[in-house]
T-cell receptor, first 115, second 116 residues
Framework: GAVVSQHPSRVICKSGTSVKIECRSLDFQATTMFWYRQFPKQSLMLMATSNEGSKATYEQGVEKDKFLINHASLTLSTLTVTSAHPEDSSFYIC???????????FGPGTRLLVL | AQTVTQSQPEMSVQEAETVTLSCTYD???????LFWYKQPPSRQMILVIR??????QNATENRFSVNFQKAAKSFSLKISDSQLGDTAMYFC?????????????FGQGTELSVKP
């Protein structure tokens, strides 16, 4: 158990367009999901904590109007990169936490390339 | 604020041998959780092992074991009988409980290469 999926696995878009990334917990319910960004050869940087039925909590320095997060159900959170620019190109990873434990389970990541 | 430090950016080991990855952390809290995650070239983050701070016994998962030294704030990972599939980036992570603002805080990572 504890499988998390992400879709799409990679996306290429033009500058100025918006991109939506989905994160799903496939075999458990997750009140809380997390969105991370990772640059090559670097650690994961937490962008925001997504809470089902309420607003996301963003980390300092992360633009909430640029990275829109919606956690509409106990198994789905979405991250929308609005008006994407080349500097938004990165690897985005989500994770989900079972309500009954502390471990976070990670999705396979989404590689975003903005041209 | 909590911090996690992995002082070995890169390590290598011969297949079938044992290697230890180091991790230290800083916190003033007494209850917390520690994790080792593996990120192979596919970039999928995989949980290797976890440890609750209130448990004195070191966690083990098959070939993976930890040396948890709470007073020294040290949490090293030992990989026995290293296999080629163990080649990956390894991240140590620290987490408080949710009611303490339980965000997962990662170290910088150690890139492990297992050589045939």
């Amino acid at each position: 158990g504890a499988v998390v999926s992400q879709h799409p696995s990679r996306v290429i878009c033009k500058s100025g367009t918006s991109v939506k990334i989905e994160c799903r917990s496939l075999d458990f319910q997750a009140t809380t999901m997390f969105w991370y960004r990772q640059f090559p050869k670097q650690s994961l940087m937490l962008m925001a904590t997504s809470n089902e039925g309420s607003k996301a909590t963003y980390e300092q320095g992360v633009e909430k109007d640029k990275f829109l997060i919606n956690h509409a159900s106990l198994t789905l959170s979405t991250l929308t990169v609005t008006s994407a620019h080349p500097e938004d190109s990165s690897f985005y990873i989500c994770s989900a936490r079972r309500d009954t434990e502390e471990t976070q389970y990670f999705g396979p990541g989404t590689r975003l390339l903005v041209l | 604020a909590q911090t996690v430090t992995q002082s070995q950016p890169e390590m290598s080991v011969q297949e079938a041998e044992t290697v230890t990855l180091s991790c230290t952390y800083d916190t003033s809290e007494s209850n917390y959780y520690l994790f080792w995650y593996k990120q192979p070239p596919s970039r999928q983050m995989i949980l290797v092992i976890r440890q609750e701070a209130y448990k004195q016994q070191n966690a083990t998962e098959n070939r993976f074991s930890v040396n948890f030294q709470k007073a020294a704030k040290s949490f090293s990972l030992k990989i026995s009988d290293s296999q080629l599939g163990d080649t990956a980036m390894y991240f140590c992570a620290f987490k408080l409980s949710p009611n303490q603002g339980g965000k997962l805080i990662f170290g910088q990572g150690t890139e492990l290469s297992v050589k045939p």
